[in-house]
Every structure is written in structure tokens, then in C-alpha cells.
Nanobody
Framework: QVQLVESGGGLVQTGGSLRLSCSAS????????MGWFRQAPGNEREFVAA????????TYSDSAKGRFTISRDNAKNTVYLQMNSLKPEDTAVYYC?????????????????WGQGTQVTVSS
């Protein structure tokens, strides 16, 4: 199995930046595509960004595109989400997830393992 632990969340002002990290256990991290999802109170969990096992292909939601960057360091078993130009609507719990064989990368049901989440709060 793969265990995922997110970190890097916190409180920032509008326009600020945060870098989220997700550390994975085990020795098979590089076999998995990795994704970031988020969920705000009262809302459904939504896709944010994903990166293929090779790190070459990335996918972003419309809201994340141009502001967020997903990357991975397979040697460190870690995936990152750099978030810039943060807005209050970005406030949510952010989850990382691992998918062994995704086809579309944006669907929750394609991911096999999930972290516990880290809170991101953007004040106005």
C-alpha cells in the first residue's frame, strides 16, 4: 500500500503563495500518477491538478491553470503543489492522491490512495 501525508497548508492573505507537499511511503511511488483535490465546507471535492508518473504530463483545473504548478520528485517520494495568487475561493482542505492506472486523471474514482488533507485558508 501507499501512505500519503500532506503538509504546507496554512493561513495566507489574498495574493499570497503556499507550497503544499505530499510525502509517500514505500518504494513504488514512481509507478503512480499523483493528483491534488480540494474540498470546501458544503461543497463537493473537486479536482485541482495531476501529474503523470513520468512527471512530463500535467493536468490542471481551469481555476488552477496559470496560478498553480504541480511537480514531483520521485527520488524523494514527494509531490508538490505550488500555489500563487491565492484567492479566498481557494480556501479548502487539500488532499493528495495516488492513482496506479488513471485514464483521465480528474476523476476521484481513479485514485487508489488518499492523504488526510491539509487546510488552506485565504483571507480577504
Amino acid at each position: 500500500q501507499v501512505q500519503l501525508v500532506e503538509s504546507g497548508g496554512g493561513l495566507v492573505q489574498t495574493g499570497g503563495s503556499l507550497r503544499l507537499s505530499c510525502s509517500a511511503s514505500g518504494r513504488t511511488f514512481s509507478n503512480y500518477a499523483m493528483g491534488w483535490f480540494r474540498q470546501a465546507p458544503g461543497n463537493e471535492r473537486e479536482f485541482v491538478a495531476a501529474i503523470a508518473w513520468s512527471g512530463v504530463r500535467t493536468t490542471y483545473s481551469d481555476s488552477a491553470k496559470g496560478r498553480f504548478t504541480i511537480s514531483r520528485d520521485n527520488a524523494k517520494n514527494t509531490v508538490y503543489l505550488q500555489m500563487n495568487s491565492l484567492k479566498p475561493e481557494d480556501t479548502a482542505v487539500y488532499y493528495c492522491a495516488a492513482a496506479l492506472s488513471p485514464r483521465f486523471y480528474i476523476r476521484e474514482d481513479e485514485y487508489d490512495y488518499w492523504g488526510q488533507g491539509t487546510q488552506v485558508t485565504v483571507s480577504s
